[in-house]
């Protein structure tokens, strides 16, 4: 028979307690199941919003003659003259980019086609501001995200300046701004390798500015920013075929004529372009001929400016780097590059290996590009650009 166990033992009355974990699981039996799953549910979607970015990064490259905007993760997604199309009479915009260029010299007087930015800077607050909003939004859409921006500026611009086109960005719906210098992005873009410990040199000839560096361990050594580019070899034609011929040009024949012809370089087979001016003597419509050996008489003016600018940056390089630099070569980019013969002159000149980079004209916007993958590690405005200059006086 089995025993009985008296009224009052106390296993009855106080039955052993459980053990932690048997008092979890235990616990979790009993749990509504339903409210389990809605809060995992809720964790792992704010889990995923946390690790999800809504806002793009997008670089661009403001420059005097084109804007370039590079997207992380896309690209080059838009690039399009620094042009823009006023109504006089309101301060309407009317066109930006490739069509208000189309009506430069060729305006009514109620519009005005105009180039915002000149020798590298903001010439025309509210247009440049304008313009940068367009931009933007024709490469991201709404900005109901609004965008992290990274813009490059010329190496030697006023904190004024730089000013200006933080407060630019930001109007036009940057969420944060970042500034590169121009020299260093398009050491990026170009493909060296510039935080390592070697120097290596880039000449970036834009529109409105040529910016020389020499750069080691991912900062600018030496550098000297002029305003002499591709704007003033346009001037210098216009000046040459006003002189020579006694034939008035227009800016985007001369430009044209750059383009086609441009040499600084004695060509091995000389072309010859037809031009369409006024003739200063009669008031009339004139053609006349013009050819590469004439270009390099007509450029020669602006060219001895840009090698001076790049001889006086060598003469400031230290000798380590430019033992690196006699090495490596230096690499030039920009639109203003693409004149004939440019690398091989300053091959001449400085007795330093030259050559111009592959796609010269989008190097600076796709180092900028490339610079958004460390954005996380730079402030925003211009404090990492003041910081380098404090270190480099
Ligand atoms: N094939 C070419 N030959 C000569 N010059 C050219 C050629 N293609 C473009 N250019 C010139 O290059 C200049 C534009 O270059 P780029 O786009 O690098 O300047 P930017 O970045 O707008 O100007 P900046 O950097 O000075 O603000 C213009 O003056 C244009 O006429
Ligand atoms: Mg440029």
Redesign the pocket.
């Known amino acids: 028979m089995p025993q009985k166990k008296p009224k009052n033992d106390p296993q009855q009355v106080y039955p052993p307690r459980q053990r932690s974990d048997e008092r979890q699981r235990s616990r979790q039996a009993y749990a509504r199941p339903e409210k389990q799953q809605k809060t995992s549910g809720l964790r792992r979607i704010w889990a995923r919003l946390r690790g999800f970015q809504f806002s793009r990064n997008i670089g661009i490259?403001l420059?005097?003659?084109?804007v370039l905007v590079y997207m992380q993760g896309k690209g080059i997604v838009l690039q399009e003259p620094?042009v823009v199309a006023i109504d006089t009479n309101t301060d309407r915009i009317l066109k930006v980019g490739k069509e208000a260029q189309q009506m430069l010299g060729r305006t009514p007087g109620n519009i005005s086609a105009v180039r915002p930015?000149r020798d590298?800077v903001i010439s025309q607050y509210d247009v440049t501001l304008k313009m940068i909003q367009y931009f933007i939004r024709k490469a991201c859409g709404n900005l109901f995200f609004p965008p992290r921006v990274m813009i490059c500026i010329?190496s030697g611009i006023t904190e004024v300046e730089e000013r200006a086109v933080l407060d630019a960005a930001h109007a036009a719906g940057a969420q944060k701004t970042y500034l590169i210098e121009?020299p260093k992005a398009a050491a990026i873009g170009a493909g060296l390798n510039i935080y390592a410990p070697v120097g290596n040199m880039v000449v970036?000839i834009?529109?409105?500015?040529t910016d020389v560096a020499v750069l080691s361990l991912g900062g600018v050594v030496v550098s000297e920013s002029i305003k002499i580019?591709?704007?003033k070899?346009?001037e210098a034609i216009m000046r040459y075929v006003r002189r020579k011929y006694n034939v008035l040009i227009g800016e985007r024949t001369a430009?044209a004529i750059?383009?086609h012809i441009?040499a600084v370089y004695d060509h091995p087979k000389a072309q010859t372009v037809e031009v369409k001016g006024r003739c200063l003597n009669q008031g009339l419509p004139k053609l006349v001929s013009i050819s590469s050996k004439e270009m390099i008489e007509a450029l020669a003016e602006p060219i001895t400016a840009i090698l001076d600018a790049i001889c006086s940056v060598i003469e400031r390089t230290p000798p380590e780097l430019l033992g690196d630099i006699l090495k490596n070569g230096i690499v030039m980019t920009?639109?203003?590059s693409?004149?004939y013969g440019f690398d091989q002159l300053v091959t001449r000149v400085t007795g330093i290996p030259t050559r111009v980079a592959e796609d010269a004209?989008s190097c600076?916007a796709i180092g900028t590009g490339k610079s958004l993958d460390h954005l996380d590690m730079l402030q925003e405005g211009a404090i990492n650009l003041s910081r380098e200059r404090k270190v480099r006086l």
């Open positions: 490259d420059g005097t003659a084109t620094s930015l590298g010329p121009e970036d834009g529109g409105g500015t580019a591709g704007d070899f346009d430009e750059k383009k441009g920009g639109g203003g693409l004149l004209v600076v």
